[in-house]
């Protein structure tokens, strides 16, 4: 009976651990194939929010003058909606988000002005899933 009891409690347990876990990797095909014609895939990003305990994912990442990057991501519900992605330049001066007017957009275009470092910055709003992925690409 010990042994039956202690085999349901690790079952249970397992099964609640994989619920709680974020399969980005499901979503990043997703945003793959939303990437524009002409854009050339540089990589993806995982969007994990641990159940809502972290409330901002940051990613650093570098952009060439007079090239243009897209962002498309995608969270539980197949879209973008409860995720948020803000870009900010080196000095924390937000360039693009896709949470303009209380919409949620599945991303933006952005042609860089100056070669340096950028920020990704992935945040959550009125959102339970706190699960998702994102891709960028590029453009000259």
């Known amino acids: 009976m010990k042994k039956l009891i202690f085999t349901l409690t690790l079952f249970l347990m397992s099964t609640a ?3 709680a876990q974020c399969d980005a990797e499901a ?3 997703k945003c793959l194939k939303a990437l524009a014609p002409g854009f050339t895939f540089v990589k993806s990003y995982k969007v994990d929010g641990k159940n809502g305990i972290r409330k901002v994912i940051e990613y650093t990442c570098v952009f060439s003058k007079d090239t243009n990057y897209m962002i498309r991501m995608a ?3 197949g879209g973008a909606q409860g995720m948020i992605v803000t870009l900010y330049d080196s000095q924390r ?3 693009a988000t896709s949470h303009v007017n209380n919409k949620f957009f599945p991303g933006w275009t ?3 002005k100056a070669t340096g470092i950028y920020y990704l910055s992935f945040s959550f709003k009125d959102s339970q ?3 998702g992925a994102a891709v960028l690409g590029f453009r000259r």
């Open 27 to 29: 979503y990043s095909s």
């Open 75 to 77: 969270g539980k519900d």
């Open 93 to 95: 001066n937000e360039l």
């Open 17 to 19: 651990l994989s619920f």
């Open 110 to 112: 952005y042609k860089c």
């Open 129 to 131: 899933s706190y699960c």
